[in-house]
């Protein structure tokens, strides 16, 4: 998993290039109109909105456009769009598995943008239920480590019912059941330990390892299907060593 998770790490970075070019905006929105939409628009009596408004704050997207998602979502504000979420499934170049997460309100449109980011970069469609059966849903709370040990974190969520507590060398990753995501959450507050997200997530409990050149065909390939605007998320079942990370840069 390290791999993997280190990954994770290295998009974290990279979505503050994204922010800059406005993509990651306008995903945080979406998903801060569609908690609204589903949960109502009050953060303390939805966990997700909850979620979804940190997540959009802690990457700098402006309060006005985030009050403006949630009126938005409950209805108070004209102007929302009836997004539905769909999975698609598929592979990458090396027989890695992916799990496309979209958010749209355009069925034919993602899907077309989705089929032609595989056919053009080595992957493929893959029947339903081909690859999902290879990930898990999981909690997963991303907390940084200025100012914190992993036996803070550990001391803090153990009882919350966190499974694991990974080091992703900037961060830690914790893991749970998505039933037990807010109570993490939570505990980390009581303690005082700063998270940069929490949120449910797909973890692979397969995973194939890449070389460089391997590594490189799947990043470029999951970075053309996050370019989609309808793309919300794309879950792999890849692992790197370190030393390809690197290389790779």
Same mark, same amino acid.
């Given at each position: 998993?390290?791999?993997?998770?280190?990954?994770?790490?290295?998009?974290?970075?990279?979505?503050? #290039?994204?922010?800059?070019?406005?993509?990651?905006?306008?995903?945080?929105?979406?998903?801060?109109?569609?908690?609204?939409?589903?949960?109502?628009?009050?953060?303390?009596?939805?966990?997700?909105?909850?979620?979804?408004?940190?997540?959009?704050?802690?990457?700098?997207?402006?309060?006005?456009?985030?009050?403006?998602?949630?009126?938005?979502?409950?209805?108070?504000?004209?102007?929302?769009?009836?997004?539905?979420? #769909?999975?698609?499934?598929?592979?990458?170049?090396?027989?890695?598995?992916?799990? #496309?997460?979209?958010?749209?309100? @355009?069925?034919?449109?993602?899907?077309?943008?989705?089929?032609?980011?595989?056919?053009?970069?080595?992957?493929?469609?893959?029947?339903?239920?081909?690859?999902?059966?290879?990930? !898990?849903?999981?909690?997963?709370?991303?907390?940084?480590?200025?100012?914190?040990?992993?036996?803070?974190?550990?001391?803090?969520?153990?009882?919350?019912?966190?499974?694991?507590?990974?080091?992703?060398?900037?961060?830690?990753?914790?893991?749970?059941?998505?039933?037990?995501?807010?109570?993490?959450?939570?505990?980390?507050?009581?303690?005082?330990?700063?998270?940069?997200?929490?949120?449910? !997530?797909?973890?692979?409990?397969?995973?194939?390892?890449?070389?460089?050149?391997?590594?490189?065909?799947?990043?470029?390939?999951?970075?053309?299907?996050?370019? !989609?605007?309808?793309?919300? @998320?794309?879950?792999?079942?890849?692992?790197?060593?370190?030393?390809?990370?690197?290389?790779?840069?």
């Amino acid at each position: 998993m390290s791999g993997h998770s280190k990954w994770a790490t290295t998009k974290h970075k990279k979505a503050v #290039i994204d922010a800059k070019r406005g993509k990651m905006f306008a995903k945080l929105i979406k998903n801060v109109e569609v908690a609204a939409r589903t949960g109502g628009g009050d953060p303390a009596g939805n966990p997700t909105l909850y979620d979804a408004i940190q997540k959009a704050k802690k990457n700098s997207v402006p309060n006005d456009n985030i009050d403006r998602a949630v009126k938005r979502g409950s209805g108070l504000e004209a102007g929302g769009a009836d997004y539905q979420t #769909i999975m698609y499934e598929g592979y990458g170049p090396n027989g890695v598995a992916l799990l #496309i997460e979209c958010l749209t309100d @355009n069925r034919n449109r993602a899907a077309t943008e989705v089929r032609t980011a595989l056919t053009r970069n080595g992957g493929s469609f893959a029947d339903a239920g081909s690859v999902s059966y290879m990930f !898990s849903r999981k909690g997963v709370v991303i907390v940084p480590k200025a100012g914190t040990t992993e036996d803070d974190v550990m001391l803090a969520v153990l009882d919350a019912g966190a499974e694991e507590v990974n080091d992703l060398d900037e961060a830690f990753e914790v893991v749970s059941e998505p039933g037990d995501l807010i109570a993490v959450r939570t505990a980390l507050q009581d303690a005082g330990i700063e998270y940069e997200s929490a949120e449910s !997530s797909l973890i692979p409990s397969v995973t194939v390892p890449l070389d460089e050149e391997g590594a490189r065909k799947i990043f470029k390939l999951i970075d053309v299907l996050e370019d !989609s605007d309808d793309v919300q @998320n794309v879950y792999a079942n890849f692992d790197v060593s370190d030393e390809v990370m690197a290389a790779v840069g």
